[in-house]
Nanobody
Framework: QVQLVESGGGLVQTGGSLRLACAAS????????MGWYRQAPGKQRELVAS???????NYADSVKGRFTISRDNAKKSMYLQMNSLKPEDTAVYYC????????????????WGQGTQVTVSS
């Protein structure tokens, strides 16, 4: 099995910064696309940013220019640098990874972390 563990959430004032990290462990042959999602109270989970295995990134319009996603394949980790935070960024942030776990099969599965709370005070 594969486990994803997020860290780095917390409480920050408007305009502040946080850096989230997501570490993958377990049976991993190849760590493919990864992404950060968030879910605010009463709202649906939404994609914040994603990064493919070769480093191609994609961002939600609401975070472009403020957030930066990155990954370190050697460490099986992904990061989200969040700058100029706004109260509307308040949410639980989840990491997701598409993982190939078997050498003899191309099958891939999606895994989610347990989430980390980000709260931005006004």
């Amino acid at each position: 099995q594969v486990q994803l563990v997020e860290s780095g959430g917390g409480l920050v004032q408007t305009g502040g910064s946080l850096r989230l990290a997501c570490a993958a462990s377990g049976t991993i042959v190849r760590l493919n696309a990864m992404g950060w999602y968030r879910q605010a109270p009463g709202k649906q989970r939404e994609l914040v940013a994603s990064v493919t295995g070769d480093g191609t990134t994609n961002y939600a319009d609401s975070v472009k220019g403020r957030f930066t996603i990155s990954r370190d394949n050697a460490k099986k980790s992904m990061y989200l640098q969040m700058n100029s935070l706004k109260p509307e960024d308040t949410a639980v942030y989840y990491c997701k990874a598409r993982v190939r776990s078997k050498w003899l099969s191309p099958e891939e599965n999606d895994y989610w972390g347990q989430g980390t709370q980000v709260t931005v005070s006004s």
